[in-house]
């Protein structure tokens, strides 16, 4: 009856270590930057309706006279002096 026998060198102990870290820090990255992924999903929304409606109220003026163009507007008074 024959077994099977690891050929592979073994790391030295310094190497586990190192590559221990280098995954938890693997899976830190990815993590930090899933959750990044997802705040950004969350907050592109509000983002966009902000853009859109602060472009409305900038060109507040162009849009009207586009809407209506037969408004007249009032006539300037004088200031009262006293």
Request: hydrophobic share 50%; charged share 20%; proline share 9%.
């Amino acid at each position: 009856m024959s077994t099977m026998t690891d050929t592979s060198p073994a790391l030295p102990a310094a190497d586990t270590a190192l590559g221990s870290e280098a995954a938890v820090a693997s899976r830190l990255y990815r993590l930090i930057w899933r959750w990044h992924f997802y705040a950004g999903l969350f907050v592109v929304p509000f983002r966009l309706i902000l853009a859109v409606t602060s472009i409305i109220y900038l060109f507040k003026p162009q849009i009207d006279d586009l809407m209506c163009p037969t408004r007249v507007a009032p006539a300037r008074r004088e200031p009262v002096r006293w």
